[in-house]
């Protein structure tokens, strides 16, 4: 190998590699690859041409004359640059319109075009495509030195993009993971101090009605009126950590113990309460999405809340029953009754919840019978983490008196 064309090789290789691992945008990183290429080989054309599945390549990159024109130009598996990519050795002619290997497959782009080399961009199990240089028809053919450091580049640099494309996935799952640990602590913990808070400053609110003077009981319920509105802002903020991102490797997908949770709220309402609710588990739950135990647990805490601020109940009753590719929560008092004003308020939004993850919501309440809130959600029985989706069709339950 030429050492001053050698030296030149591995002065470009460590520049795309700088590049490569430190970030860089793809597309750029590909083309000073092609162009660091047409450099070394001295050629008037530079192209990095990328595999697809059924072996056809594209041009992904390319540097020199008609380089506007060529991107996404597609040649057949069966091309010489095409061969080369599936892992087979260099290819090189002296005139590639002529040379009965390569000549059935010129474009017409490619036509004003004579000495021809293509090298696997990669090596081993890591080749991503064909780096192939051209010089314009009656030029001098590429020389074997030329043709070896071409390949050894083509190869160096092939495996080092394969690499920082893997670091780069790996990254993204990571990041991933910690924004949705920051959304599940935001959820599952912040959020429910908060809502144990509102509701004991209500509960106390209640009780000392008369003691406190109008302006006492107002700043009160400001405060109270301010901790709901926190809730609902730390809640659409779990929404953006989450939505964002791609979705994840499937063993990085995230999923949430709905029982858990459960447990959780109902033992705050118990607090709040002065009396420990019934809880009734029926059903595998560790593995329902987040976002369908998100929807879950929502209704669940609207629930109970109505119960602690409004019912009077003195026996509460919570059922979370998985079955059939369905979850179905009921939650039941003996209380007064929710009023009308809180129902349209507040339970509407679990209406809506319902009805965007293709569920079900119901609710039946009068102060004589108490209040029923039931809340049901197709789930999938797949793999952990999956998503809810709109059901085609949903077993229907009956609620008498509700709306």
Known sequence: ????????????????????????????????????????????????????????????????????????????????????????????????????????????????????????????GRVLGSLAVYRVWAAEPF???????????????????????????????????ERERIARELHDVIVQRLYAAGMQLDRVRRRMRKRFAGTDAARLGEAIDQLDQTIDEIRATVRELRSPEPEPEPEFTPHTDLAESARGEVRIAGELLGFPPTLELSGEFADVATECADHIRAALREALSNVVRHSGASEVRVSLQREGGQVRL??????????????????????????????????????????????????????????????????????????
């Open 1 to 124: 190998m030429e050492p001053t064309l050698a030296a030149q090789a591995l002065s470009a290789a460590t520049d795309i590699t700088t590049a490569a691992l430190s970030g860089d945008e793809p597309d750029a990183v590909l083309t000073t690859v092609v162009r660091k290429a047409a450099e070394l080989a001295r050629a008037d054309l530079g192209l990095v041409m990328v595999r697809a599945d059924d072996g056809c390549v594209s041009v992904e990159a390319a540097h020199g004359a008609y380089e506007g024109d060529l991107r996404g130009l597609t040649l057949p598996a069966e091309s010489s640059a095409g061969r080369v990519a599936r892992g087979g050795e260099t290819v090189v002619a002296d005139d590639f319109t002529a040379d009965p290997r390569t000549a059935p497959y010129v474009p017409d782009e490619l036509s004003g075009f004579g000495p021809f080399a293509a090298a696997p961009f990669g090596s081993g």
């Open 143 to 177: 020389s074997p030195a030329t043709v070896e450091v071409l390949t050894a580049f083509a190869a160096q640099v092939g495996v080092v993009l394969a690499l920082a494309e893997g670091a780069t996935a790996r990254h993204r799952v990571t990041l991933y993971q």
């Open 330 to 403: 009921r939650v039941r008092d003996n209380g007064s009754g929710v009023p009308q004003g809180v129902a349209t308020r507040g339970l509407r939004h679990l209406a809506e919840r319902a009805e965007s993850a293709g569920g079900k919501f119901y609710l039946n309440s009068s102060p004589s019978l108490g209040t029923l809130v039931a809340f049901d959600l197709p789930v999938d029985d797949g793999p952990p983490g999956a998503p809810c989706h709109e059901a085609d069709s949903f077993g229907e339950t009956k609620v008498d008196g509700g709306p």
